[in-house]
């Protein structure tokens, strides 16, 4: 007699399922994932009724305007003119010497402290903890992008205004209260908002067809 062929037994895939539902959480639990890049703004309380047909009017020497243009190229109100570069990573980058220069340009008309005709209006204003202060109340910074204008170099440029506000909040925090502004209480901290509230403006990206 011949002998019987057995039968390969099959394989259970019942819980297949449920094994690879386990292994997605799984990867989906432990995988990192890339964050959008994001800026912290104020907006801006709406308007009220009868203020909506006012014509809103900034003295020219209360604005500083930064200006990208799709090569890149920055520029700082009337005074100059940065031109990013390579790094040999191949990073697009602020010079660091330049990003310096456009630090002290901005602290410097954001602070105002020679009272210069050129630079936005002083007022004195009595702040809470601080007294009698000097503040550049109408100040305004307004930021101007090209449609082709790299994120980073964007990104790179709020950078610097950010810091020259918290190079000035600092500097006046050890001189008030001898710490930096983020060891300050919060009532400490608002005192040294009202002398230097940001005040950062977006407009809406522009096509320039040729280089600022």
Known sequence: MGKKKRKMPGLNTSSTADI?????IFFLVTTSMDTDQGLSRTLPKPPEEEDLNKEIKVKERNCLRIRMNKDNEIMVGDLFTITPRYDRDGTLKIDPEDAKLFMAATEQF?????NSPKLPE???KNVKLLGQMPVTKNHVISVQTDRGTSYGIY???????VH???NLR?????EKFGYKYEFLTKEQQSAIREVYPQKISEAEPKQYGKPI
């Open 110 to 114: 954001i602070a105002n402290k020679e």
């Open 122 to 124: 002083l007022i004195v």
């Open 20 to 24: 690879s539902f386990m292994l997605l």
């Open 164 to 166: 020259a506000y918290n």
């Open 155 to 161: 990104f790179q440029v709020q950078d610097i205004l």
């Open 170 to 174: 600092d500097e006046l925090g050890k």
